[in-house]
């Protein structure tokens, strides 16, 4: 048995083996049973490997929320597109699908949503995590640029900023728009009009 898990359980209890026998091994796993996890779970899927995320905190929620309720206004208006919010996976390339905490995309590419998940964006927002942000930061800003989605917004807790990458055409990495902090308007390329008070934001005053 494994040490760890020993420890967790009450004397005389085994951990239940055979459930962990009815998935796939880390590596063998392919995107239909990735897609057909059962429940609510934050997962995302790196080549045959499925990644458990950190369960959000109630101020990263609230962060999500605010920015939820204020995109979903600005684009219902003229009927602009979609929004969503994770856990929703989004397709970058085969093998490979994130849930970003926004997501974003146009009327005109309604072909690319499908029910289980979306095949790439038009615009994505992560609220840094904690318990690795160089994962948003690093990570994520080279694999949504890679994947060719227009423009990431990094929404930053500790520095109370929120920094605008763009993607230039035919480019495969993005450059930043403006850092945006406090007493500021962060404001998008690719929706022209849509901004976002950072004060407001983090006082949950949106």
């Not at 048995?1 to 091994?25: H, K, S």
Request: charged letters at 25%; proline letters at 6%; a negative charge.
């Amino acid at each position: 048995m494994n040490q760890i898990a020993a420890r967790l359980l009450p004397d005389g209890l085994e951990p239940a083996w055979d459930i962990a026998r009815l998935f796939p091994p880390q590596g063998g796993w392919s995107e239909e049973e990735y897609l057909s996890l059962p429940g609510n779970h934050l997962t995302e899927f790196d080549h045959g490997r499925v990644e458990v995320l950190e369960m959000p905190s109630e101020s990263h929620q609230l962060l999500v929320a605010a920015l939820y309720r204020a995109l979903m206004a600005f684009v219902g208006v003229s009927r602009l597109g979609t929004v969503l919010f994770a856990p929703f996976p989004v397709k970058l390339w085969e093998g490979k699908l994130r849930e970003p905490d926004i997501v974003f995309m146009r009327r005109e590419h309604a072909e690319r949503r499908h029910d289980k998940y979306w095949q790439g964006a038009d615009l994505v927002m992560e609220v840094m995590s904690t318990d690795d942000p160089k994962r948003d930061r690093e990570t994520k800003r080279r694999e949504y640029a890679i994947a060719g989605i227009p423009e990431y917004w990094l929404v930053d807790p500790t520095r109370q900023t929120i920094t605008v990458f763009i993607l230039a055409a035919d480019a495969d990495c993005y450059t930043v728009r403006g850092v945006y902090g406090c007493g500021q308007e962060a404001a998008a390329e690719s929706l022209p009009g849509f901004v976002i008070d950072v004060r407001a934001l983090f006082e949950n005053d949106l």
